[in-house]
């Protein structure tokens, strides 16, 4: 009797937006077979997830996740792996994996950005504008010399910390570990938090969100910050204690704050956030998932998993990471 021939393996790609974007873009490997699904909806992806073995996406609604019989493999389009890991019928067999390396370049910019926007008092200048008024007396100021506290050194702190550090910053970051990383002057234990924000000019926040990381920027973190000292967070909104920041960027306790993530996504349009002037928002931009950036990562470790040897990237379920 003839051995029983091996399901052809299926991928679903599910994306809100761009399902068909990202489909598109993957590169089975020669003479692999692979059965292609596409999803923009829940109901879309129901009607295939009992078969499918790798599902890429972003943001995959979590019902589905126990459905999943055959599962193996979750790939996430973004930064953050979050929405997957705290899927509570996600099986602990499921393998799950990131994109490295894509969203730095972006991050970097958007941080250089804005701390550039601070610092050349581009907001005084556009107000003159505005009133037709010539102030030659209103100077800006340098990035360099100014100190940038890293939250967070993983890969997108990494890059953060090369690009500050190439306009003349100083960078101090703080992890886990305090394991010393390239283009950081120094690198404190999450212990020693408050320590490290005190010296900061600007603060990134660009944690991944875990149980141990929800809430790590607290009153207590925000009092240690000084005054003229501002807060960028581009990694999840919960790890910031909105109350805590409200309160601080009302009684001016630190300069002010520039938010690209939220603990409600979209913020509400009746959030006291968009109302103060001490406040940057923005729509959650600041690494966006672009299908030609992420799909050579998909297609390493799915060529890996057709061949049967182990994936890249993979997450660290236990830590979050």
Known sequence: MAPARRRRPAVLVYHPDEADVYARLINVPRGRD??????TTEAEAAAHIADVEVIYAWKLPPALYG????????QAMGAGVDWALEAPDLRRRVIVTRAPGVFGPWMSEYVIGWCAWVTQRMETYRALQRERRWNDRVLPERLRGRTLTLVGTGDIGGEIARVARAVGMHVVGVSRTGRRVPH???VYRTAHLHRALSAADFVVVVLPLTPATRGLIDAKALAAM???AWLLNIGRGPLVDEAALLDALRSRRIAGAILDVFAI????ADHPLWGLDNVVVTPHIAGPDVAEEIAPVFAENLARYLAGRP???VVDRRRGY
Request: proline share 11%; hydrophobic share 45%; glycine share 8%.
């Open 34 to 39: 692979v059965a292609i699904h596409v999803a």
């Open 67 to 74: 459905k999943a019989r055959r599962l193996r493999w979750v």
């Open 184 to 186: 950081v002057d120094r």
């Open 226 to 228: 000084g005054p003229g």
């Open 265 to 268: 996504e979209p913020l509400p």
């Open 311 to 313: 994936l890249r990237y």
